[in-house]
């Protein structure tokens, strides 16, 4: 019932900015933890920062200082503020949503699928 659906992403040239956004549905977005994870060419995909439902983040450290995650409960969106791009950002960029039980973590995405994610392309 959980839909997520990324959008923003382009062709930017280095040291340009994007934000991405992500807009949830068929949830309570309150209550959940939010994540952006990114998959370059021929790359795992990974985590790029987090934000918990009390507003506190995480960054990769690849990402650090440049990237702002954010979250706007009253719009049920997550975004991702890209600042200074570099070429190896160059990735597709996934949003995901993560809930706690009983101590034990749940990822949206694993649970359904991961989708097509957004294009984020940083090249001159």
């Known amino acids: 019932q959980v839909q997520l659906v990324e959008s923003g992403g382009g062709l930017v040239q280095p040291g340009g900015s994007l934000r991405l956004s992500c807009a949830a549905s068929?949830?309570?977005?309150?209550?959940?933890?939010m994540e952006w994870y990114r998959q370059a060419p021929r790359k795992q995909r990974e985590l790029v920062a987090a934000?918990?439902?009390?507003?506190?983040?995480d960054y990769a450290d690849s990402v650090e200082g440049r990237f702002t995650i954010s979250r706007d409960n009253a719009k049920n969106t997550v975004y991702l503020q890209m600042n200074s791009l570099k070429p190896e950002d160059t990735a597709v960029y996934y949003c995901?949503?993560?809930?706690?039980?009983?101590?034990?973590?749940?990822?949206?995405?694993?649970?359904?699928?991961w989708g097509q994610g957004t294009q984020v392309t940083v090249s001159s």
């Open positions: 934000i918990t439902s009390g507003g506190s983040t």
């Open positions: 995901n949503m993560r809930g706690t039980y009983y101590s034990s973590s749940y990822s949206m995405r694993d649970f359904g699928s």
């Open positions: 068929g949830s309570i977005f309150s209550i959940y933890a």
